[in-house]
């Protein structure tokens, strides 16, 4: 009975401990691994081996945050590496400008008034982008090539301009230095970029002119204003010896010019110039280029170049036409306003110029038309574009939003008016227009600057590739400086075919390594 009793209190004292114990801890629920880092395929495999079983279904966590990997869109979608520059339009959207306060410096070669309207113009720009950018217009030079200079030297130094005005060629000299970029990614961009209303309001030939061959076309520049050759001609002077319209053919073109010539009198019927494009305009109107459309090399010794030095002899030896030395700075334009010239060609931004020729010299009617031709019309287009240089690419984004916002039909049609150059969007032509028959000092030439809009479809290029500013002096010293010296000894075809030789040589030295 003693050793019974014993045992029922040992039960008694070891229940009261139980008791007082505290609970055991429960198995935890199982949840779902983190991912692992993917350092090793070992790694990956040892955490989906710690998966739950199915007879515990948890209550599912909140997905685990994933690091952010910038060079990987498999680690976050939203991450987007930027490259410098920007290869794609989705790397130019990843940009973000707020609060970066960029500042975009402009290189040009215009005149003071024609700064001030645009530093006008870039102030508003100033005041209404909202990302705070700053864009500021500086004169690099009294000329393109005092620009192309200047930017050279800079690239050089490391320190180019953000932007600056640039020929093609000189673009895709640039471009092979690694110091120009393609446009296409930010022409693209969703977010920054043209839609495709801008894009078909721009005139096309304009684009297409920026897209270089030498690089796969990419877009080195963007235009924001262009320029057509034409010929420029003394309409009553015209009248006067029989003729009711400008000469459309070359025959007609040269009987008249011989037929106004009067040397005695210092009168000429055309003047040969010093210039490669007006060279490349004639050959473009008989049927000829310039370069290869595929830019492996020069093609100018055709029959259209052989023809065209044919003609020039034929009228130098006959005192139908007269040189105007490179020291006669603009001295077309004095001659032609004075009643001296019959014919000249230049630039269809020269429009401003030979209107105040005409009304200091010789106040006659005057017009402009389209170059001579051989079987269908040409024109030769050409005029500098914008390009933006290698920094960082918020600065080249920047830099880009500054040459969209002077490509808005506004400022263009601003631009355009100022200086005689056309616009680059057909929405800008009939303002325009306007303003130009509206002054009544243009006469009949603002009906003829409304036709420059049709003769667009007749467009070619000389030669967008790098060298062919010295390809350009070349064609003057070796071709028509040689004319002019020996029009009577001087073989054309012998002299072409040499002029083309060294024409490829500067070509093959300057192609993309």
Known sequence: MRKFMLLVAMLVVLATIAACAPAPTPAPTAAPPTAAPKASSSSSVASSSAAPSSSA???????????????????????????????????VDAID????????????????????????MLDEFNKSNPYGITAKAEIAGASYNDVYNKVNAAIQAGAPPEISVAYQNQAAFYRGQNAVIDLTPFVKSTKYGLTDADLKDYFQTFLDSDKNPQFKNEILGFPTQRSIEVMFVNMDALKALGYTEAPKDWKTFEEAACKFTDASKQKYGVDLGHDASRF???????????????????????????DDLAMWQRMLQKSC??????SESYGNQTRFGNGQLLFTFGSSSGLPFYQDAVAKGGKFKWDIALIPYADKPAVDLYGASVSVYKTTPEKELAAWMVIKFLGEKTQTTKWAIATGYLPVR????????????????????????????????????????AGYDPVRALIDKDV??????????????ALLDAA??????????????
Do not use: C
């Open 426 to 465: 057909a929405s800008a032509k009939a303002d325009v227009v306007a303003a130009y028959k509206a002054n009544p000092a243009w006469g009949s030439a603002a009906d003829s600057y409304a036709k420059m809009f049709d003769w667009f479809q007749y467009a070619m290029i000389e030669s967008p590739v």
């Open 97 to 120: 400008l707020k609060g970066k306060n960029v500042q975009v410096v402009y290189w040009h070669n215009r005149p003071q008034k024609d700064q001030d309207l645009l530093q006008t």
């Open 280 to 306: 490349a305009a004639r050959i473009f109107t008989r049927g000829g280029r310039i370069l290869a459309p595929d830019a492996s090399g020069y093609v100018y010794n055709s029959q259209a170049g052989i």
């Open 480 to 493: 028509i400086t040689k004319i002019i010296q020996d029009p009577k000894g001087t073989d054309p075809k």
């Open 57 to 91: 279904a948890p209550t599912k966590a909140p997905e685990p945050t994933k690091p952010a990997v910038s060079s990987s869109s498999a680690a976050s979608s939203a991450a987007v590496k930027v490259n410098n520059p920007p290869a794609s339009a989705a790397e």
């Open 500 to 513: 083309i030789k060294k024409s490829n040589d500067v070509l093959k030295e300057n192609a993309p390594k």
């Open 321 to 326: 036409a007269v040189e105007i030395p490179a």
